[in-house]
């Protein structure tokens, strides 16, 4: 199944350093070699976007530093690098002047923010958050009293309103929809969300997009489709992420809208796989926590020598907006379900997607209903069996 020269990977985000984590538990003799453009540090990703309100620090979010990483894990890890071309025929792939064998290659490379085409002058100082060192750069930009304009009602642009409302700065977001997570939940718990949040100093503007952005002396002059005007302090994109397919596409492996692998986790290659929020499986692009850590146990045995297909069972996904909780479980994309209100009081919601024939393809829970988490998991049918 796997060669026994070296298993380089390619990124030590979540996905990579979980991967080397699963891997090292049956094997910890075979070479490993960690590639990384950053600094190598471990962190938790999903700590990004509720880090503000708390305090907290880049390097607080640093669990390890690298050379901890490559003690612990018996690896050697190379930070600040770019790999920039794999060479399938040689199994090298080539790191910023270096030639790297393989025995097996992992792409652990994570996905990148979704530019959008504003105009105006200050268009460039749009940031996003995506690791830890966006983070620290968004840090440094934050200061007390400021008014931060987030485009994107998604997920994380949800997460980071109530994060900085929290720790009191003027927070305004702009979304195309007609409510927050308007992907994700219905429209009676993104309703919740939005005015438990507005309580808490949020101002929403839906159904309509930043589309222009000028300078205004230290400040930004936001334009939007339905003319609304306003000046801030900070502009900053949330609205969704890409997987990074281009180092895969150009070394001739198949990609769609990520890096396409089997239930293995195996690209068109046998020897190169992927896996996290750059990796397609079975049409399947997840940028969550949960099918992360799915996809490194299964393959992290694989490796090892034991062939584990990758099982996804439901997921439930814990949004981190503490004025508000929510956990949803969205349908697999293709399941043909509606959306339903099981029970209601006030802003504690019970909703369930059902198929035609009742049966429960997702859910979303608000308040107090998301202590029925775990119950309801256990009756959706696993995504990939």
Not at 222 to 239: F, K, P, Q, Y
């Amino acid at each position: 199944m796997t060669a026994r020269g070296p298993l380089v990977v390619l990124g030590t985000g979540l996905a990579g350093y979980t991967l080397a984590r699963e891997f090292r538990k049956r094997d910890r003799e075979r070479p490993l070699v960690m590639v990384t453009r950053d600094d190598g540090c471990y962190y938790s990703k999903p700590m990004l976007s509720n880090a503000i309100a708390q305090g907290k620090t880049p390097d607080a979010l640093c669990l390890a530093t690298a050379e901890k990483q490559a003690e612990a894990l018996d690896a050697r890890i190379l930070t600040r690098v770019e790999a920039v071309r794999i060479d399938r025929q040689r199994q090298h792939v080539e790191v910023d002047g270096e030639s790297i064998a393989y025995g097996d290659l992992v792409l652990a490379i994570g996905a990148e923010p979704i530019r959008l085409p504003i105009e105006g002058e200050g268009a460039d100082a749009v940031l996003t958050v995506n690791d830890r060192l966006d983070y620290a750069r968004f840090r440094e930009r934050l200061q007390p009293g400021m008014e931060v304009t987030l485009i994107g009602a998604g997920l994380i642009g949800c997460e980071f309103a109530d994060d900085l409302a929290a720790g009191g700065w003027r927070a305004r977001v702009v979304d195309i929809g007609r409510h927050p997570l308007g992907r994700l939940v219905p429209t009676a718990l993104g309703q919740a969300l939005a005015e438990t949040l507005a309580g808490k100093g949020v101002t929403w503007h839906f159904e309509d997009a930043v589309v222009r952005i000028e300078r205004d002396g230290h400040r930004l002059r936001i334009h939007t489709r339905e003319g609304a005007r306003w000046t801030t302090d900070l502009v900053l994109s949330a609205v969704g992420l890409r997987p990074r397919t281009e180092l895969a596409a150009a070394a001739g492996l198949a990609v769609g809208r990520g890096i396409r692998v089997d239930r293995l986790l195996r690209t068109s290659d046998p020897h190169v796989w992927a896996l996290g929020d750059c990796a397609e499986v079975e049409d399947l692009v997840l940028p969550f926590v949960m099918p992360l850590m799915n996809a490194a146990r299964a393959l992290g045995a694989t490796l090892a020598g034991e062939p584990t297909p990758v099982r996804y069972p439901a997921m439930p996904v814990v949004v981190k907006t503490p004025d508000y909780p929510l956990v949803v479980c969205p349908p697999r994309p293709g399941w043909h379900c509606e959306w339903r209100l099981a029970a209601r009081q006030g802003h504690d919601i019970e909703a369930h997607c059902l198929d035609p024939e009742g049966t429960l393809r997702g859910f979303a829970l608000g308040g107090a209903a998301t202590q029925k988490k775990q119950v309801l998991a256990k009756a959706v049918p696993d995504w990939l069996a």
